[in-house]
């Protein structure tokens, strides 16, 4: 099912304040995706809006649409699971993008057959075969879902992950030694569980760590830089209007070390704990110290209380202000905004902070990507959007 811009005088909307092309998708195809046997959308750089009952098929487009950029998907499903279930087992999806770059052929899927385990998902970027994070260089997204409105009082884990996504998307070089690091963590746990675990696998793996490896201790310098820098931009942008700034810190043994020491001496710092940790690691069948335990913590700036703490209300405001804060620091960096991918939020916001939330999106630049059941609710923003109607795999205007 196709569906096409309305007649609007999109001149304006094509670049950025900056003068760079503005960040957008300008067609979205997709085959065997989720519950779409095929779907056609052409659009223009203005903010998108989808509308539909639940299950209709809304939040499926804000995930294809994600898997334009690097990672897995702001859902972060295996790969097969995103192929229709009456389909051949793979899923394909096309799309033309404004970028800073000019406009850039995109494609993407899984081939029927394909083990997850191996080749993962291909990439296409103008007609040459690619590496997932190559797509970082074209295109960059934050975005905000339902499942993440635990944040503050979930898992240290899912916090990390926040994290993750913040700095790979202000450094997407950064992935290269993050997934260096996980490696390692992943064969030391695993010669744990297989009891194998020796002085001389030990001296193996600290080899390894000579180079740092993010979140590693130099790395983990770079990684509290933009951190910094994020809380920076959360204060002067947020200031006292209805997303509250936040106060971020990370909280770890090693974060610790390097708030009071260069960080090469805590690297030696963290090897030996790991030769010391050895017998207790090898008892627990994984590693216990190290950056992968670390803790995103987080502030409501004007209460100065835990967000934790917080009222689920002030909660999402506060989640809603790091997300466009991050935005804003990508805009800033590179001159470009991200796309900004946005699934039923407006229905958890009172009317001001929808009209705020709608006004921030103009004020960036952005092409958001929005979700809703009630369309009144994107009344304020109808003007100024592409409003469309989702329908269990098909799409009108």
């Known amino acids: ?14 670049t950025s304040p900056t003068g760079l092309e503005r960040l957008a998708v300008r067609t979205l195809k997709l085959t065997d995706f989720r519950n779409y046997a095929q779907a056609r959308l052409d659009l223009d750089a203005r903010p998108v809006v989808l509308v539909g009952d639940n299950g209709s098929g809304k939040t499926n487009l804000l995930e294809a649409v994600s898997l334009l950029g690097p990672g897995h998907g702001l859902r972060g499903r295996p790969y097969a699971e995103l192929a229709r279930k009456d389909g051949a087992g793979g899923f394909a999806i096309a799309a033309t993008v404004s970028t800073r770059h000019g406009e850039v052929e995109i494609g993407t899927g899984f081939l029927p057959g394909t083990r997850e385990e191996g080749a993962g998902r291909t990439v296409r970027i103008a007609g040459k075969d690619r590496s997932t994070g190559a797509l970082g260089d074209y295109v960059k997204h934050v975005f905000l879902i339902p499942a993440m409105d635990g944040l503050f009082t979930g898992a240290a884990s899912e916090r990390r992950r926040f994290l993750d996504r913040l700095v790979l998307a202000i450094d997407p070089k950064m992935r290269t030694p993050l997934s260096r690091y996980d490696r390692a963590m992943r064969q030391r746990n695993r010669l744990f569980q297989l009891r194998e675990y020796s002085r001389a696998c030990s001296r193996g793996l600290r080899s390894r760590w000579r180079k740092p490896a993010w979140p590693s201790p130099r790395p ?9 820098a994020l809380i920076e931009e959360t204060q002067e942008a947020r200031g006292q209007g209805p997303f509250p700034h936040a106060v971020l810190a990370l909280h ?8 009071t020491r260069p960080a090469t001496e805590v690297e030696d710092v963290f090897r030996i704990l790991l030769e010391e940790g050895r017998e207790r690691d090898r008892a627990a069948s994984r590693t216990l110290e190290g950056t992968h335990l670390s803790d995103l913590l987080v502030v409501h700036g004007p209460k100065n209380a835990p967000a934790a703490q917080c009222s689920s209300g002030e909660q999402k405001a506060l989640l809603l202000g790091l997300v466009l804060a991050k935005a804003e620091l990508i805009k800033t960096l590179e001159g470009t905004a991200p796309l900004v991918l946005l699934d039923e939020v407006a229905a958890h916001l009172d009317a001001a902070r929808r009209e705020a939330l709608f006004g921030e999106i ?36």
């Open 1 to 14: 099912m196709s569906a096409k811009p309305r007649e609007h005088d999109i001149d304006d909307a094509q």
């Open 220 to 228: 983990g310098s770079t990684r509290s830089e933009r951190l910094t």
């Open 252 to 259: 770890g043994t090693l974060e610790t070390e390097l708030s």
């Open 362 to 397: 103009l004020r960036l630049g952005v092409q958001a990507w929005m979700t809703g059941t009630d369309r009144e609710l994107f009344s304020p923003i109808a003007q100024d959007a592409q409003i469309l109607a989702v329908n269990r795999g098909s799409i009108d205007t």
